[in-house]
């Protein structure tokens, strides 16, 4: 009978290690390469894409958009405008967070006012700081009250995630970042510091659920090493690959590449507050001396396309005729020769892993051949994140982003760069505050459309930053994996699923 026993467990051990029986448990499995471990997993804490993409799983939001763009029910099932400055929402009564408590509105308002608490210091305040109260107004009922008309408040709702009162309460912000409990398709099951996240299926969740019974986000820095698992077998997803890996991905056997157009914008940040970059000839310099083109063309094979304002044609707010100042490298070297020693000061070009270092150094080529003293400072991001929304005097004096606000809205972007009281903004302009505020403070869409003109215009001239282009968004994916990217770079995993 032992004789028995033993050869029949080793028969199963030999059947768990053929190729057949990995491909059954691997279908039980989705493995997610990312850039960075995430800086965290507090929603309501950082906002940066290797913390979205695996936190969005954990949580609901009060709203989401659907596949197609549009905003669509979550945790609120309906809404209704009450007047210019407050809308009521009507909360999902079958909704339970993590731990088997329900999900109730006063959740809800604690979410909100936990996210404005200027004490709190959510990255996100600016694209939530005019809502000025929440309050619970019936059964199932949450009213929010805005300073003003507040036209973006739903597309920015869509990043509002509920997180539970007596849990946040009880364990603290720290421990709650540790292991969060939400309500969403996957919950938090481990994280591995420095190596990867695991969350499990939530198989009590009140949507849609997800394909996969666990699901792994691992850190790998290295793209070329993303795209080496993808095609070991050892990962189903990589994010923010690039064009020249996507080539590689499309005669590989087995994966593919996913390119979505997206309504990020990628652009220089100047740090317009100190010296020398508060020289506006400096800047426009800088601007004038970066071949925009040939980043997007030479660099990126034409994924993508060179905007010359801090939007995309994606966002409400674009403006068609704000063409980007023309690139001229010999009129930006006039320029700086012109400075002396106040353009010979070293300026830091700070970076991390999850951007095309390619552009970063092709930006540094480009402003060295103009005479500017360039060095490129590369950290990871929990760093790259820390110092630009630091103190002002030490943001970063260069450096290279992909903004996206996920609400497709000028307000998501342009307030937090460039309004002088935002923690991310490195410059300060009163006209351009106030444009900014009248952008975000009316119904009126003509109005809207016309402040952000304005704005627009106001961010070129004065170069406030350099915008580079309207960026697509670079998968690669095993060929078993049914996925369609879209234009707000979520990785909704219950929305994804194998092929038979």
Not at 53 to 66: A, E, G, H, K
Request: with cysteine; proline share 6%; net charge negative.
């Amino acid at each position: 009978m032992k004789r028995l026993l033993a050869a029949t467990a080793l028969g199963l051990l030999a059947a768990l290690a053929s190729p057949a029986a990995q491909g059954a448990l691997a279908k039980d499995l989705i493995t997610v390469d990312l850039v960075n471990e995430p800086a965290s997993l507090d929603p309501q804490k950082q906002w940066n894409p290797d913390s979205y993409y695996v936190y969005r799983n954990i949580f609901d939001n009060l709203v989401t958009r659907s596949d197609d763009g549009e905003i669509v029910p979550q945790v609120a099932s309906a809404w209704e405008q009450l007047s210019d400055t407050q809308v009521k929402f009507t909360i999902r009564d079958d909704i339970t967070f993590h731990d088997g408590t329900k999900l109730t509105p006063e959740d809800v308002v604690f979410s909100v006012k936990r996210i404005i608490d200027p004490a709190f210091a959510s990255p996100q305040l600016g694209q939530f700081n005019k809502i000025t109260g929440a309050e619970v107004t019936g059964a199932n009922a949450v009213t929010l009250t805005t300073e003003g008309p507040y036209p973006v408040l739903l597309a920015q709702l869509v990043k509002l995630s509920i997180v539970p009162e007596h849990v946040v309460t009880e364990m603290g912000d720290d421990a709650f970042n540790a292991a969060p409990v939400g309500s969403g398709p996957y919950a938090f099951e481990a994280w591995n510091r420095g190596v990867d996240v695991t969350l499990k299926r939530n198989d009590a969740y009140w949507g849609d659920k997800g394909a996969f019974a666990e699901a792994r986000f691992r850190a790998v820095p290295d793209a070329s090493t993303r795209v080496a698992d993808l095609q070991a077998g050892a990962a189903d997803l990589a994010v923010s690959l690039d064009s020249d890996l996507a080539m590689q991905l499309e005669s590989a056997p087995g994966v593919t590449p996913l390119t979505a157009l997206t309504e990020r914008v990628g652009f220089v940040g100047m740090n317009t507050r100190v010296a020398p970059l508060d020289n506006p000839e400096l800047r426009k310099a800088i601007v004038m001396g970066v071949d925009r083109e040939g980043i997007v063309e030479g660099i990126l094979a034409g994924e993508g396309a060179v905007v010359g304002q801090l939007l995309s044609p994606a966002h409400f707010g674009w403006a068609d005729d704000i063409a980007p100042i023309p690139y001229d490298p010999e009129a930006a070297k006039e320029i700086v020769e012109s400075l002396g020693d106040a353009a010979k000061t070293e300026l830091s070009f700070d970076t991390s892993p999850v951007y095309d270092q390619r552009i970063v150094q092709a930006v540094q080529q480009m402003l060295t051949e103009i005479g500017l003293n360039v060095s490129i400072n590369m950290m990871d991001m929990a760093s790259y994140l820390k110092k630009a929304q630091g103190p002002e005097e030490n943001r970063p004096m260069l450096s290279f982003g992909r903004w996206s606000c996920a609400c497709q809205d000028a307000d998501g972007i342009m307030y937090p760069l460039l309004q002088s009281g935002s923690n991310w903004s490195r410059y300060s302009d009163p006209e351009m505050d106030r444009l900014l505020e009248e952008g975000r403070s009316t119904l009126d869409r003509d109005a809207r459309l016309k402040a952000y003109h304005a704005a627009s215009e106001l961010m070129k001239s004065d170069a406030a930053l350099l915008p580079l282009y309207q960026a697509a968004v670079v998968y690669g994916a095993s060929d078993k994996l049914e996925w369609t990217p879209t234009a707000n770079e979520s990785l909704f995993l219950n929305r994804m699923g194998w092929s038979e």
